[in-house]
């Protein structure tokens, strides 16, 4: 990713505080139960909130025990590289156990973000992919991808919200 003075750049503590409200969103956005209802649900309520977002985003959710795609949708200003994008933010997330900003989240935290963005498109450290928890354990994974500045992940937390009728946390950071 290319440095850019009209971006606010993560730092190290904005990185920690990012990551520990991202580890109390997965604590707060998990389903008693989810199936191939659950997945349409899921997204039929993302796809409403695009207009909000002024475009639209491809979005898929994967089931995890066998990677059939449980529920898939592109908008008509999308094209099949947000759908690579999407599932490289999956094997991101798959990758670091938690949605797909982590890496680079512990990356910065760190100070060191070598090889965090070697492996894009095939892995995409961004905002855009969130577990689908039933307890603790990972049986889905919804992407998404076709903004910027981590809205990607703000529409899916605001679908699972919508969706689980719950609130969670949200970061003030620059995370991607």
Not at 40 to 50: C, D, N, W
Not at 119 to 137: K, L, T, Y
Not at 142 to 150: D, L, N, R
Request: hydrophobic fraction near 45%.
């Amino acid at each position: 990713m290319a440095d850019d003075d009209s971006t606010p750049q993560l730092t190290a503590e904005s990185a920690r505080a990012a990551a520990d409200v991202l580890l109390e969103q997965e604590k707060a956005l998990r389903y008693p139960s989810f199936g191939a209802n659950e997945a349409l649900e899921l997204g039929r309520i993302l796809v409403s909130l695009t207009p909000d977002f002024g475009e639209g985003v491809s979005v898929n959710i994967t089931r995890e025990a066998d990677g059939v795609r449980m529920f898939q949708w592109v908008a008509d200003d999308k094209n099949a590289r947000n759908l690579l994008f999407a599932d490289g933010k999956r094997a991101a997330a798959r990758k670091a156990g938690h949605a797909s900003p982590w890496a680079q989240m512990q990356a910065t935290v760190t100070g060191d973000l070598t090889g965090v963005w070697d492996n894009v498109p095939a892995e995409v450290p961004a905002c855009g992919a969130f577990p689908i928890r039933v307890g603790d354990e990972w049986v889905a994974t919804i992407a998404v991808s076709g903004y910027m500045e981590g809205l990607d992940h703000e529409i899916i937390v605001r679908a699972l919200e919508q969706a689980l009728s719950v609130s969670a946390p949200r970061w003030d950071a620059p995370v991607a």
